[in-house]
């Protein structure tokens, strides 16, 4: 099994940064992609982004440069750098890791202010 604990959400202006940080414990060997989704209030989850154990990142469209996604594999840790965030970014952030299954964070909230 795969522990992930996500942190670095809070409250942030439009147009500031947050960067998330996610920890994965446990079975670490066994994780190839790791990623972020999100979900607001009354909204289905929706994917942000996701990178592989080489480092090969992909985006959700809407969110192409101006999120970043890295990991440091010596760490085990994935991280969202999130620039010139807009009110429509607020949500809880979850962090996920594939080891055959996805295992999911318990989510840290973002909540941007106009």
């Known amino acids: 099994q795969v522990q992930l604990v996500e942190s670095g959400g809070g409250l942030v202006q439009a147009g500031g940064s947050l960067r998330l940080s996610c920890a994965a414990s446990g079975s670490i060997f066994s994780i190839d992609v790791m990623g972020w989704s999100r979900q607001a209030r009354g909204k289905q989850r929706e994917y942000v982004a996701h990178?592989?154990?080489?480092?090969?990142?992909v985006y959700e469209d809407s969110m192409r440069g101006r999120f970043t996604i890295s990991r440091d594999n010596a760490k085990n840790t994935v991280y969202l750098q999130m620039n010139s965030l807009k009110p429509e970014d607020t949500g809880v952030y979850y962090c996920?890791?594939?080891?055959?299954?996805?295992?999911w964070g318990q989510g840290t909230q973002v909540t941007v202010s106009s």
């Open positions: 996920y890791a594939d080891v055959g299954f996805r295992s």
């Open positions: 990178i592989s154990s080489g480092g090969s990142a």
